[in-house]
Nanobody
Framework: QVQLVESGGGSVQAGGSLRLSCVASGSIFRFNTMAWYRQVPGKQREWVASISTGGTTIHANSVKGRFTISRDNAKNTVYLQMNSLKPEDTAAYYC??????????WGQGTQVTVSS
């Protein structure tokens, strides 16, 4: 059974921090590079960060130095630590495998709202 359950979002003021979590089914998590994405209504989903099964990470320029992706392979969980949040980080955040394709399953996401 495919499962992606994101949590940890909320409303914070600019400069604040949040830690997002995503529990994934083993079929998605175990052998895949995982990633976080975000989407604002009316815009395309945007890639935020990726982490390989071995822990190699890469972050989008817009979040580099502020966000950190990590994973716990024993818990099938990927995290996104978000610091120094800005209003432009406001979006619904989703996790999935980096190689996600059109038609693949997505979870419900978790909303992050940053006020100035």
């Amino acid at each position: 059974q495919v499962q992606l359950v994101e949590s940890g979002g909320g409303s914070v003021q600019a400069g604040g921090s949040l830690r997002l979590s995503c529990v994934a089914s083993g079929s998605i998590f175990r052998f895949n590079t995982m990633a976080w994405y975000r989407q604002v209504p009316g815009k395309q989903r945007e890639w935020v960060a990726s982490i390989s099964t071995g822990g190699t990470t890469i972050h989008a320029n817009s979040v580099k130095g502020r966000f950190t992706i990590s994973r716990d392979n024993a818990k099938n969980t990927v995290y996104l630590q978000m610091n120094s949040l800005k209003p432009e980080d406001t979006a619904a955040y989703y996790c999935n495998k980096e190689s996600v394709r059109a038609g693949d399953y997505w979870g419900q996401g978790t909303q992050v709202t940053v006020s100035s």
